[in-house]
Each structure stands twice: as structure tokens, then as C-alpha cells.
């Protein structure tokens, strides 16, 4: 069993930066996408953006070029860092694992299996 912890969230204005974390205890498969999603309420859960066991990165549109995902192997660690935010960024961002396939498939968070509590961005004018 994996378990995600996210940490990291905030408020910020727009225009500024925020760094999300998410630390992984527990076996970590060796195939696996390890993924950002966001919600606001009332509506679906977003892909955001992913990284692979290989090593391949994927991203929304929306956050193209914004948005930088990495991780820490020794640390077992996923991070966003989110640069110029705007308030529509405003979510619930939670980190999630799909270990049933080694590259990222964001569009379909049924395949995300284990999920972390989520951390609330809140971005004002």
C-alpha cells in the first residue's frame, strides 16, 4: 500500500508562485505515473500534469509553461511548482499514483487508484 501526503498549499496573489509537495511512504511500484489533479467545487477532478517511472512529463494546456512538475527518488517526493498564477488556479490539488501503467494518461483519473487528502491554492486579485 502507497500512501500520498500532499503539503505546500496557500493563498497567494495573482502573479506569484506557490510549491506543492507530495511525499510517498510505503512500496512504490516500479512502473508507475505519479500525477497533480485539481477540483473546485462543483465540478470533475482536472489532470494537471504527470511524470512517469521514466522520467516523461506531461502537462494541461492550461498550465503549460507555468507549471514545472519534478521529483526526488531518494525522497520519494512528487513537486509542483506553480509560477504566475492566475485565480482560476484557485482548487483543491490533490496528488495521485497510477501504478497499472508506466507513462501518464491525465485525462482519466479513474485509472489513479490512490490518492492523496488534497491541499487547498487559493490565488486572489
Known amino acids: 500500500q502507497v500512501d500520498l501526503v500532499e503539503s505546500g498549499g496557500g493563498s497567494v496573489q495573482a502573479g506569484g508562485s506557490l510549491r506543492l509537495s507530495c511525499r510517498a511512504s510505503?512500496?512504490?511500484?516500479?512502473?508507475?505515473?505519479l500525477a497533480w489533479f485539481r477540483q473546485v467545487p462543483g465540478k470533475g477532478r482536472e489532470g494537471v500534469g504527470g511524470?512517469?517511472?521514466?522520467?516523461?512529463?506531461i502537462y494541461a494546456d492550461s498550465v503549460k509553461g507555468r507549471f514545472t512538475i519534478s521529483r526526488d527518488n531518494d525522497k520519494n517526493t512528487l513537486s509542483l511548482q506553480m509560477n504566475n498564477l492566475k485565480r482560476e488556479d484557485t482548487a483543491m490539488y490533490y496528488c495521485?499514483?497510477?501504478?497499472?501503467?508506466?507513462?501518464?494518461?491525465?485525462?482519466?483519473?479513474?485509472?489513479?487508484?490512490?490518492w492523496g487528502q488534497g491541499t487547498q491554492v487559493t490565488v486572489s486579485s
Open positions: 495521485a499514483a497510477d501504478f497499472g501503467r508506466d507513462y501518464c494518461v491525465i485525462s482519466a483519473q479513474d485509472i489513479f487508484t490512490t
Open positions: 510505503g512500496y512504490i511500484h516500479s512502473t508507475y505515473c
Open positions: 511524470i512517469d517511472s521514466a522520467g516523461r512529463i
